[in-house]
């Protein structure tokens, strides 16, 4: 396969991340779209490392995903104490982060 049909996923799946995030209000929504962004990156480092022939983009992407893995640890374990403590995980509840 081309390098640019690659290229062309990542892109729907970053869009697709970000239109998640602009428009939804769930915040386990919008970690979930955060993601697909992320995992839209990794294919473009990937691919960017196969096209030019070193492994700089597969190491940096291992890093990116060990990051969002202890991001994904840390914002569901807050999730899910706001939830227990508000009932609720909309961003649109003004009071929601506060104390």
Do not use: K
């Given at each position: 396969?081309?390098?640019?049909?690659?290229?062309?996923?990542?892109?729907?799946?970053?869009?697709?991340?970000?239109?998640?995030?602009?428009?939804?209000?769930?915040?386990?929504?919008?970690?979930?779209?955060?993601?697909?962004?992320?995992?839209?990156?990794?294919l473009t480092l990937v691919a960017g490392s196969r096209l030019w022939?070193?492994?700089?983009?597969?190491?940096?992407?291992?890093?990116?995903?060990?990051v969002a893995a202890a991001e994904v640890v840390v914002g569901l374990?807050?999730?899910?104490?706001?939830?227990?403590?508000?009932?609720?995980?909309?961003?649109?509840?003004?009071?929601?982060?506060?104390?």
């Open positions: 396969m081309p390098i640019g049909a690659y290229l062309i996923l990542a892109a729907a799946v970053f869009a697709i991340g970000l239109v998640g995030v602009m428009l939804r209000r769930n915040l386990i929504v919008l970690f979930m779209s955060i993601e697909l962004m992320l995992n839209a990156v990794n022939g070193d492994a700089d983009g597969q190491v940096f992407t291992f890093l990116i995903i060990v374990a807050i999730l899910v104490n706001l939830f227990f403590r508000r009932g609720t995980v909309d961003v649109d509840v003004p009071a929601l982060l506060r104390s």
